[in-house]
């Protein structure tokens, strides 16, 4: 595999689309017409509870400005939303560069936009393993795949993607966009990008401090094997 090098970048970069998907809905009330203000022409992409409580937040506005993401993908939400954003068009999304011809060409064959900002906090793992008489199968339920999927995409590529996993942040990230026309400025990406890590590092030591403090006796327990 050729490895691509990267050697031209935006310092500021204006965001036009959003992803947002979050376990912690708190925040959005505030931050979301925020952004719709700084720039009204933003566009939203969502999903499951996210897009219900959106859809609630925007009123009639939504309909120009929120999309479900199973829209924008062609392919519906599975059963408990167990397979929501792990597709193509959404990590051509996060991945591409905007100096790089052969991604430009990907996007407009595939149909997909740029996604500019994710906003992505995960299943609530901890919490859920903290509750008296929790199951192995309550524990693997609340395992989240899409959502630090999407984060490591977002922070990798940080040249182009801001990648917001914590509430506090919204107003901050606000703030500067709204002294710069709608931009986020590659400092403030890169911290955020080094926070979205620590994120999913935590998130992935939770989990396998779990399995292993999990003896296999109660795993077999619940299930018929």
């Known amino acids: 595999m050729s490895m691509n090098i990267v050697e031209k970048i935006d310092d500021r970069v204006r965001v036009r689309h959003v992803l947002i998907s979050v376990s912690d809905k708190s925040g959005l009330d505030v931050f979301v017409p925020r952004l719709l203000s700084i720039n009204p022409e933003l566009k939203i992409f969502s999903t499951g509870g996210t897009f219900a409580r959106l859809s609630e937040l925007l009123g009639e506005r939504a309909g120009s400005c929120l999309t479900p993401v199973s829209d924008y993908t062609g392919q519906p939400e599975t059963q408990g939303g167990l397979v929501k954003t792990l597709d193509f068009k959404i990590y051509l999304g996060l991945l591409t560069e905007t100096y790089n011809d052969a991604h430009q060409a990907d996007l407009a064959r595939t149909g997909a936009v740029p996604i500019d900002m994710v906003v992505v906090n ?97 795993v077999q327990a619940i299930y018929s094997v």
């Open 122 to 218: 995960l299943y609530p793992f901890k919490e859920t393993i903290a509750k008296a008489g929790v199951t192995p199968e309550g524990a693997r339920g609340n395992i989240d795949i899409g959502g630090p999927c999407m984060i490591r995409a977002s922070a990798k590529n940080f040249i182009r993607v801001a990648a917001v996993v914590d509430p506090d942040d919204y107003g901050p990230i606000a703030d500067e966009m709204a002294a710069a026309d709608g931009h986020l400025s590659l400092a403030q990406r890169y911290r955020l990008a080094g926070k979205a890590f620590d994120h999913t590092a935590a998130y992935d030591t939770a989990i396998a401090r779990y399995f292993s403090a999990t003896d296999i006796e109660a």
